[in-house]
């Protein structure tokens, strides 16, 4: 028997350095949150923030960040650690991916120095928690129609409109939101508690359940008017953040495919149906072997594109390529893997079904499938669908 991964020597193309790393996050995610995540699931509940410090004192916060007490690590080990992460749950990558990929890198590449001295190393070691309030109830895929405003109020600023389904968002020391002025998009970092902004869960989700999810209601929020981002202007700031987390969710979902497929393998090797293993019949070996294609390509696509990353070649439209792709096929694996375990597959008990609905969050957030087709159709035709 050879491993999924093993079958495309994926090692081969990673450093010693990489490979310990992954091994490090692996070690973690065995100990603290394998044990506890289908529980955190079927209650919808999630300890964030002893989660923040046990994953910053591993440095995975902001890994790929430099300064401010980040660790800065290459892509491809930031992508190994997403993985990771989400071969445990999407959850657990969300909190991550918003933690580094979104706030803090808003922060590192837009902020002032003070806002970085204020923020990043405390964020980086998990002591406190940010989020990234760019979607509203009206508008998600077309974020440029956002409602919300800020305008100038003496030297002041003063923030109204709704953000909503903001990952970590009531257990976020700060926000970054990102609201219209007479200038265009910018951002700016809400403190958590200043008077006027009011944050509610939302409950009732039957996809990342390990995974806050809020509103952000901003009612006349008064910041200072070193709270904006001086580095970001117009809709290309949180574009830019986008590109970071939708990098490492290229990773992160192929860890969510890697864990069905290892556990179907198992599960189809020690099932008997009709007095032979599940994993003997050829329809079974089908399945597996289409699936172990798939993971193996998503995979090796993953690690080419954390190359260029590190190379600072990189693109937005590969990036929406790696999106769309590992993030589909991985749903494909997920239910493809659920039906070898036959019923036992819509329980708790394995974790297929989990990944299986997680992902149909993964497939919406960060732009959805049909968002990232229409950039890679725009990249093709020199056409855009959206104007
Ligand atoms: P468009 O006219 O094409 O562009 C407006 C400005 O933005 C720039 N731009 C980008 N910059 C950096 N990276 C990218 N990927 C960029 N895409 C566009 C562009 O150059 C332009 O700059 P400038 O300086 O000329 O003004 O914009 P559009 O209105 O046509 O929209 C383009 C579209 C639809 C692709 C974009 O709006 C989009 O990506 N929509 C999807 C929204 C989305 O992904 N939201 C995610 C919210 S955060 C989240 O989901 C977190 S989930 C939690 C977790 O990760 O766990
Ligand atoms: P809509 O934009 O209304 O889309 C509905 C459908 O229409 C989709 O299938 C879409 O692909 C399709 N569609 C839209 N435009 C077109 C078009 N031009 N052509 C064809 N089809 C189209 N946002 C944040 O800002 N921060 C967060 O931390 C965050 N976390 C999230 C966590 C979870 C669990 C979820 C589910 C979402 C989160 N989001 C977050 C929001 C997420 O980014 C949006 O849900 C996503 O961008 C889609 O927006 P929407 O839900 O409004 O769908």
New binding site residues.
């Given amino acids: 028997m050879i491993a999924p991964t093993a079958l495309f020597a994926l090692d081969t193309l990673l450093t010693e350095e990489e490979r310990e790393i992954r091994s490090t996050v692996r070690r973690v995610c065995d100990r603290e949150i394998r044990p506890h995540v289908a529980g955190w699931f079927e209650d919808g509940e999630l300890p964030a923030r002893e989660l923040a410090r046990t994953l910053g004192s591993v440095g995975v916060l902001g890994m790929h960040l430099d300064g401010y007490g980040c660790a800065g690590m290459g892509a491809v080990s930031y992508g190994l650690a997403c993985l990771e992460l989400e071969a445990a749950d999407s959850g657990l990558r969300?909190l991550v991916s918003?933690q580094g990929s979104?706030a803090m890198y808003a922060i590192w590449k837009y902020g002032s120095e003070e806002q970085k001295q204020e923020w990043l190393p405390a964020m980086a070691a998990g002591e406190r928690i940010g989020?990234?309030?760019?979607?509203e109830p009206d508008?998600?895929?077309?974020p440029g129609g956002m409602r919300a405003t800020a305008k100038r109020e003496g030297g002041d600023w003063v923030l109204n409109g709704t953000?909503?389904?903001?990952?970590?968002g009531s257990v976020s020391d700060v926000a970054v939101v990102w609201a219209r002025t007479d200038e265009g998009v910018r951002g700016f970092l809400v403190p958590a508690g200043t008077p006027g902004l009011t944050v509610n869960d939302v409950k009732h989700?039957i996809?990342?359940r390990a995974?806050v999810?809020s509103e952000l209601v901003l009612d006349g929020v008064r910041l200072p008017g070193e709270a904006m981002l001086p580095g970001a202007r117009g809709l290309s700031g949180p574009l830019g953040c986008l590109n970071e987390a939708r990098f490492g969710i290229v990773f992160g979902s192929m860890g969510a495919a890697l864990d069905c497929l290892e556990t179907a393998i198992a599960y189809a090797g020690d099932r008997e149906v009709f007095a032979r293993p599940l994993a003997s019949f050829q329809l079974t070996q089908e399945k597996l072997a289409d699936m172990a294609l798939e993971l193996g390509k998503g995979l090796l696509l993953a690690v080419h594109l954390g190359r260029l990353k590190e190379a600072g070649t990189i693109t937005p439209e590969q990036v929406s390529a790696g999106k769309l792709n590992n993030v589909r096929e991985a749903l494909e694996i997920a239910r493809k893997c659920r039906t070898l375990l036959g019923a036992s597959g819509v329980t708790l008990e394995y974790p297929v079904i989990r990944h299986s609905v997680n992902l149909e969050?993964v497939l919406?957030?960060?732009?959805?499938?049909?968002?990232h087709t229409?950039v890679l159709g725009k990249a093709l035709t020199g056409i855009s669908?959206?104007s």
């Fill in positions: 969300s918003v979104l989020c990234f309030g760019l979607t508008f998600g895929s077309d953000k909503m389904w903001i990952t970590n989700k996809s990342l995974s999810t969050s919406t957030y960060e732009g959805t499938s049909e968002i229409l669908a959206f």
